[in-house]
């Protein structure tokens, strides 16, 4: 029921900030365009293809957005991501069309390929929520689980400076923030 709720309420805000369900890779998929995936950690990193690379193999990275200043630009189209809107799926990126990828070993990055369906480049969005004194509400925030092999995308070694590599690692507890990731639609 709470899972339906979400989903519910996922759509509504979908609906409210113009995010588009659209048609994607093949007839079953269907996600969401133009997509950060911001950390928890550090709400001003997000996931890159560094330097725009259209190269299979590169390597996932966190920077701030292609902006003057970290808090007030937008991110280019190698800093927005495709992502599945339920279930499982791949997560491709705006500008290079190539999907993130695990060699499903621990502590090796990810990196983007061509999209092609492997089990290596299929993602499955946990949400999990905190308690947040701040805001004196739950914090809902995701683990980006590849199924196949159990590895979170995850910064490695918690470093919140601009150009982190992203690597596969074993889901931890909602503490490890470097594997806590907000979608979000308006950066």
């Given at each position: 029921?709470?899972?339906?709720?979400?989903?519910?309420?996922?759509?509504?805000?979908?609906?409210?900030?113009?995010?588009?369900?659209?048609?994607?890779?093949?007839?079953?998929?269907?996600?969401?365009?133009?997509?950060?995936?911001?950390?928890?950690?550090?709400?001003?990193?997000?996931?890159?293809?560094?330097?725009?690379?259209?190269?299979?193999?590169?390597?996932?990275h966190t920077n701030w957005?292609?902006?003057?200043?970290?808090?007030?630009?937008?991110?280019?189209?190698n800093q927005l991501w495709s992502v599945?809107?339920?279930?499982?799926?791949?997560?491709?990126?705006?500008h290079s069309n190539m999907c993130i990828e695990t060699d499903g070993l621990a502590g090796d990055a990810v990196y983007q390929w061509p999209c092609n369906g492997s089990a290596h480049q299929q993602w499955r969005f946990d949400e999990l929520q905190e308690?947040?004194?701040t805001i004196l509400n739950y914090d809902h925030f995701l683990h980006i689980v590849n199924p196949a092999s159990g590895l979170a995308l995850n910064i490695r070694g918690g470093n919140t400076n601009p150009g982190a590599t992203v690597?596969?690692?074993?889901?931890?507890?909602?503490?490890?923030?470097?594997?806590?990731w907000y979608l979000n639609a308006r950066i």
């Amino acid at each position: 029921m709470l899972k339906k709720l979400a989903f519910a309420l996922t759509l509504t805000l979908a609906a409210i900030t113009g995010v588009v369900v659209v048609g994607g890779g093949s007839a079953a998929w269907a996600g969401y365009n133009n997509i950060a995936l911001q950390s928890r950690m550090d709400y001003r990193l997000i996931m890159e293809v560094p330097g725009w690379s259209v190269g299979s193999g590169m390597t996932i990275h966190t920077n701030w957005t292609n902006s003057t200043t970290a808090s007030s630009g937008y991110a280019g189209t190698n800093q927005l991501w495709s992502v599945p809107t339920y279930g499982t799926g791949y997560i491709s990126n705006m500008h290079s069309n190539m999907c993130i990828e695990t060699d499903g070993l621990a502590g090796d990055a990810v990196y983007q390929w061509p999209c092609n369906g492997s089990a290596h480049q299929q993602w499955r969005f946990d949400e999990l929520q905190e308690w947040d004194w701040t805001i004196l509400n739950y914090d809902h925030f995701l683990h980006i689980v590849n199924p196949a092999s159990g590895l979170a995308l995850n910064i490695r070694g918690g470093n919140t400076n601009p150009g982190a590599t992203v690597i596969g690692w074993p889901v931890a507890s909602p503490d490890s923030s470097n594997q806590d990731w907000y979608l979000n639609a308006r950066i």
